[in-house]
């Protein structure tokens, strides 16, 4: 099976005259960067503070200043923020590379909790390839969309399909698999990730069902059950979905909270964080799981 690889990021050194400064080995870091130094030198300045959990989650608390954020980086329209925000990425992935021997990162976490567009975002910084277990188990079934195939084959169907995507991704190395939402309700399914390492998205209900819903549900088989308008009806099945899986997705690795992530930033709600604050804290957070573990050294 062969996997395209996304893009690596490109990135250089703005300073305020518009030159791009560049080290030896490629990238600067922040606090080496003129002009830079001031707006950013405690943005995800992490110190990693693991602590246990009955699963094996590894969660972290970041240290690191949120609510000092300027205001700009959490507009993804603008082009420095953009670029400050690449360059901490891309450090971070730096750090956490040479720990990880080309072991697959798999994001778990429940249906529109941005597993894809994390992932790709990761693969990017990482240079692995990305991976979406959906399709592939899609391709299985001659093209059949995962819509069509619950609809008619059923969900049984369906899952014996993933686990088969996920025994075949998991002798592979180098990749961001993003899975199914109920990918974790099968043990055997963790059998195969477990040669990798596993990342919760935790975002909450409300923040789901207001995404799912403001795209419509058609793609999402197992929310076309209820009735009422289309947030109540997505919320009340999430709730009834997270209830069914919530301490499956405990045994992940490592955990991303949003509502953490929302809390340190002074935010009442998630919307404003940017997929790239959420990549980063994945990283950081397979880096508290690294260490933990003792494949990563402490600094």
């Known amino acids: 099976m062969e996997a395209k690889v996304g893009p690596s990021f490109q990135i250089s050194s703005w300073t305020g005259t518009g030159k791009a400064v560049k080290s030896s080995s ?14 950013w030198q405690k943005l995800f300045s992490i110190h990693l503070q693991p602590t246990k959990s009955r699963h094996k989650t590894t969660v972290l608390e970041p240290s690191c200043s949120y609510q000092n954020l300027p205001a700009p980086i959490l507009e993804s329209g603008n082009l420095h923020a953009a670029f400050d925000d690449a360059l901490i990425l891309k450090n971070k992935s730096q750090d956490v590379l040479p720990y990880l021997h080309g072991r697959c990162i798999y994001l778990v976490g429940m249906m529109g909790s941005g597993k894809t567009t994390v992932g790709k975002i990761l693969s990017q910084v990482l240079n692995y390839s990305f991976i979406d277990s959906d399709i592939l188990v899609e391709e299985s079934v001659d093209g059949t969309s995962v819509a069509e195939i619950f ?38 399914n963790w059998t195969y990730m477990q040669n990798g390492i596993s990342v919760w998205l935790d975002v ?41 899986r919530s301490d499956a997705y405990a045994n992940a690795n490592a955990r991303v909270s949003l509502e953490h992530i929302a809390a340190k930033l002074g935010h009442r709600d998630v919307s404003n964080i940017t997929p790239s604050i959420i990549a ?11 260490k933990e573990e003792g494949e990563m050294p402490f600094e």
């Open 26 to 39: 490629g990238f600067l870091p922040v606090s080496q960067i003129p002009g830079v130094q001031k707006r």
């Open 151 to 188: 609809n008619l084959y059923g969900e049984r169907f369906f899952r014996d399909k993933e686990s088969e995507v996920l025994k075949k991704l998991s002798i592979m190395h180098r990749l961001v698999v993003s899975t199914g939402g109920g990918a974790v309700v099968r043990p055997i």
């Open 204 to 244: 909450p209900l409300e923040a789901l069902a207001q995404r799912i819903s403001a795209v419509g549900t058609d793609s999402r088989p197992l929310l076309h059950q209820g009735s009422g308008d289309a947030y109540t009806k997505a919320f009340m099945r999430l709730s009834s979905l997270f209830e069914e």
């Open 280 to 290: 980063h804290e994945a990283l950081a957070q397979i880096e508290g799981f690294l």
